[in-house]
């Protein structure tokens, strides 16, 4: 059974970068056709995708994100981060680690981290 | 960019049948996946490839998949299905591509 377990900081100063960990333990994150993804969520509203990696470090990013965000991957520790720069209020919100399954252009989270919970303020 | 629509609540009655939808345009042609979320809990898949259920989940969701709309589908709805439902799909007809999520439904049991 494939965890995925979310750590960091839990808050966060304006103007600085957010830095999160995903550890996946129950498998290999190199095995398999998977895509690894950070999505989050503000109190009360839905689900953001912000980007994902491969674990040749293949990336993509939600366009709205894109000049903030950086993903990396650690297959020696079989984990993968985010970074998120200057920060403000707006970035407030769960973040949550994800395996992503792709098949052609097909893309669907099967297992998910517990989601840990990022404020921004000073 | 693809936007999915979905409505911000449903309603039923126990033992009734739920139906959610999430509309796109030409929703059809791609593959929809759908995620039960309840409070304070990390979203759950509950169906994928349109139709498809991950094991573990009751027969009572299903989905279907046509033209401009998905629909989501829950039969004899229990207290334990109300939660928020999300859509979701991978939309490679824009540049740059990516994950795009509905804006999600509550669904409450009456």
């Known amino acids: 059974q494939v965890q995925l377990q979310e750590s960091g900081p839990g808050l966060v100063k304006p103007s600085q970068t957010l830095s999160l960990t995903c550890t996946v333990s129950g498998g290999s994150i190199s095995s398999g056709s998977y895509y690894w993804s950070w999505i989050r969520q503000p109190a009360g509203k839905g689900l953001e995708w912000i980007g994902r990696?491969?674990?040749?470090?293949?990336?993509n990013y939600n366009p709205s994100l894109k000049s903030r965000v950086t993903i990396s991957v650690d297959t020696s520790k079989n984990q993968f981060s985010l970074k998120l720069s200057s920060v403000t209020a707006a970035d407030t919100a769960v973040y949550y680690c994800?395996?992503?399954?792709?098949?052609?252009?097909?893309?669907?989270?099967?297992?998910w981290g517990q989601g840990t919970l990022v404020t921004v303020s000073s | 960019s693809y936007v999915l629509t979905q409505p911000p609540s449903v309603s039923v009655a126990p033992g009734k049948t739920a139906r959610i939808t999430c509309g796109g345009n030409?929703?059809?042609?791609?593959?929809v996946h759908w995620y039960q979320q309840k409070p304070g809990q990390a979203p759950v898949l509950v169906i994928y490839y349109d139709s498809d259920r991950p094991s573990g989940i009751p027969e009572r969701f299903s989905g279907s998949n046509s033209g401009n709309t998905a629909t989501l589908t829950i039969s004899r709805v229990e207290a334990g299905d109300e939660a928020d439902y999300y859509c979701q799909v991978w939309d490679s007809s824009s540049d740059p591509t990516g994950v795009v999520f509905g804006g999600g439904t509550k669904l409450t049991v009456l």
């Open positions: 994800a395996r992503g399954c792709i098949a052609a252009d097909i893309y669907y989270f099967d297992y």
């Open positions: 990696i491969y674990t040749s470090g293949s990336t």
């Open positions: 030409n929703i059809g042609s791609k593959s």
